[in-house]
């Protein structure tokens, strides 16, 4: 345990698997207290304090921020880290009711809990936001997978963070972005016919873990980043490179 966080309130949102549910159990280990957000809980989200949010509804974020303050009126920072992909559609064949679901996790949702979080932070003085991006938002990829909705999303996701940056920077909000590559997750695991392309596709020759992106987030959100307002920290291995 240590107390890089200590005092600090931390709500994740995405917190059931993957880069979210790290993140809750790293910031928990180093005293915050975390706030894990997402529909449901799963066995891989076992840190934090889950309540269940649908961030496609905008009533439901509203509640949640309300509920977690009327417990507490400390200042909660956020890390959006909800996320989803449209499972190698091309753009041709693409279901309207699809690309409305990956823009409203991905973009509209993280709009959403970074108002609502955003607009008690400000009233209390500041704090700090970091979003889950994607390299796919900084540098095309659509090969060997097609996903032009996902790429836009993050693409929004990153505009978004530097907008913000410039509206709340001022204001004592610091809101930043990383952006990884490919990460060693269940969901890509369930890809293994594209893992020799990805692997490829970087310059180090392998995944991500989700510590390192993590360790990313945590860097964002603490006194150390400071001075770092709409930054957005690639962590791709490389791949933009190529």
């Known amino acids: 345990m240590t107390s890089r966080f200590q005092g600090r309130r931390v709500a994740v949102v995405g917190a059931s698997g993957g880069i979210g549910a790290e993140i809750c159990r790293s910031l928990e280990a180093q005293g915050a207290t975390v706030h894990a957000l ?29 509920q977690l303050y009327a417990e507490d009126d400390t200042p909660i920072d956020l890390v959006n880290s909800a996320g989803i992909v449209e499972n190698d559609v091309a753009a041709e064949d693409m279901p309207m009711e699809t690309y409305d679901r990956v823009m409203g996790v991905n973009l509209r949702g993280v709009f959403m809990t970074c108002k609502y979080f955003g607009s008690e932070l400000l009233a209390r003085g500041g704090g700090a936001i970091v979003n889950v991006a994607s390299m796919s938002g900084n540098h095309l990829v659509n090969e060997p997978q097609k996903q032009s909705v996902y790429n836009t999303s993050k693409a929004g996701v990153t505009a978004l963070t530097r907008s913000l940056a410039v509206e ?7 809101i930043n972005a990383v952006s990884p590559g490919y990460v060693d997750t269940p ?44 930054t957005e920290l690639l962590i791709d291995g490389g791949s933009s490179l190529r």
């Open 38 to 66: 997402d529909l449901k809980p799963s066995a891989e989200q076992q840190f934090g304090r889950f309540t269940q949010i649908d961030v496609l509804d905008e009533q439901s974020v509203q509640s949640v921020v309300e």
């Open 168 to 174: 709340w920077g001022g204001r004592g909000v610091r």
């Open 187 to 230: 969901l890509n695991s369930l890809k293994k016919h594209m893992h020799e392309h990805w692997i490829e596709g970087t310059v180090v020759g392998r995944f991500a873990t989700v510590h390192e992106v993590s360790a990313a987030v945590e860097y964002l959100l603490s006194d150390e980043a400071a001075y770092c307002c709409g």
